[in-house]
């Protein structure tokens, strides 16, 4: 699940994974929309926005966690401020990605931590659609 209030970058994280074979995606526009899609479409990752109108990431982030805290939740911003990053790891965020990367390293960065969950029996997989 990508989640962003940029529609051309939620399109771009989607079409990213797909060209590297990483998961098939859904997009949600804010985070209201995936707080309400989660429970439906089950994903096995979040990838999440921190600054979204109405409700924010780190409240999503609080939300998929009530949920199911073993969904790996990828934070993607352009924030650097470290107060911010450690508040999304204390939140219990997977990982802290910055929007500004190259897109090689984005879609390296996102099938390393996949390869990682797969890895590991107990650890939610790429996304699948739900039953």
Do not use: W
Request: net charge negative; hydrophobic share 45%; charged share 25%.
């Amino acid at each position: 699940m990508v989640v962003d209030d940029e529609r051309y970058f939620r399109r771009f994280v989607g079409e990213l994974l797909h060209a590297h074979g990483i998961a098939k995606t859904v997009e949600a526009c804010d985070g209201g929309e995936a707080l309400q899609m989660f429970p439906v479409v089950k994903p096995g990752l979040v990838i999440l926005d921190i600054n979204m109108p109405r409700t924010d990431g780190l409240e999503v982030l609080r939300g998929i966690r009530a949920q199911a805290p073993e969904v790996p939740v990828v934070m993607l911003t352009s924030i650097a401020d470290e107060a911010v990053v450690e508040r999304c790891v204390e939140e219990g965020a997977t990982y802290f990605i910055r929007k500004d990367v190259p897109a090689q390293d984005l879609a390296r960065e996102l099938r390393e931590l996949l390869q990682d969950f797969a890895a590991d029996p107990g650890a939610a997989g790429p996304e699948t659609p739900a039953p």
